[in-house]
T-cell receptor, first 114, second 110 residues
Framework: DSGVTQTPKHLITATGQRVTLRCSPR?????VYWYQQSLDQGLQFLIQ???????AKGNILERFSAQQFPDLHSELNLSSLELGDSALYFC?????????????FGPGTRLTVL | QQQVKQSPQSLIVQKGGISIINCAYE??????FPWYQQFPGKGPALLIA?????SEKKEGRFTISFNKSAKQFSLHIMDSQPGDSATYFC?????????FGTGTRLQVFP
């Protein structure tokens, strides 16, 4: 158990809908990262927050947004969902803001868009 | 230039054999190269990592070999065990973010 929690574990929704994925980092970790994992793309970095502020951005679509709250939990919002958004979404956390620190991954949220 | 190319996509090894997974990168600014291991149904977990100031790092049965001039690095798993069956991701970063390879699914048969 990495200490990172993600809810929900599974999510099934329809195209055009909006969903929110939630992540609680390990105690003491200030950074939260979001990744998308699909079969053919591997792990794609989406976005990173450090102590409430956006720190780095990857291949995140404009339909996706995230935030980190004062208690350091983070939410990833996915809107106008398309079939291609079906994937595993992982949250990871680390102590500091730079990528040299070990990232601890949660168990993931499996999103299925029908 | 931000890509990390990983091969092979899948690997089947007999118990006791050596598993070798290769990665290549283009961005010479990358200065941290971790390997993550992912078991089915779980999130990835850090296995071993290397900085470019050394050519090799060993932790137990796992070794990273790093070739800075060729911009390549590889993971060697000695005496591979069925419990090593997992997906392995190489990654590279500088001060910005981790870029992951596409993963290698390793199966070790008894």
């Amino acid at each position: 158990d990495s200490g990172v929690t993600q809810t929900p574990k599974h999510l099934i929704t329809a195209t055009g809908q909006r969903v929110t994925l939630r992540c609680s980092p390990r105690s003491g970790d200030l950074s939260v990262y979001w990744y998308q994992q699909s079969l053919d793309q591997g792990l794609q970095f989406l976005i990173q927050y450090y102590n409430g502020e956006e720190r780095a951005k990857g291949n995140i679509l404009e339909r996706f947004s995230a935030q980190q709250f004062p208690d350091l939990h983070s939410e990833l919002n996915l809107s106008s969902l398309e079939l291609g958004d079906s994937a595993l979404y992982f949250c990871a956390s680390s102590v500091a803001g730079d990528p040299y620190n070990e990232q601890f991954f949660g168990p993931g949220t499996r999103l299925t868009v029908l | 230039q931000q890509q990390v190319k990983q091969s092979p996509q899948s690997l089947i090894v007999q118990k006791g054999g050596i598993s070798i997974i290769n990665c290549a990168y283009e961005n010479t600014a990358f200065d941290y190269f971790p390997w993550y291991q992912q078991f089915p149904g779980k999130g990835p977990a850090l296995l071993i990592a290397i900085r470019p100031d050394v050519s090799e790092k060993k932790e137990g049965r796992f070794t990273i070999s790093f070739n800075k001039s060729a911009k390549q690095f590889s993971l060697h798993i000695m005496d591979s065990q069925p419990g090593d069956s997992a997906t392995y991701f190489c990654a590279a970063s500088n001060t910005d973010k981790l870029i992951f390879g596409t993963g290698t699914r390793l199966q070790v048969f008894p």
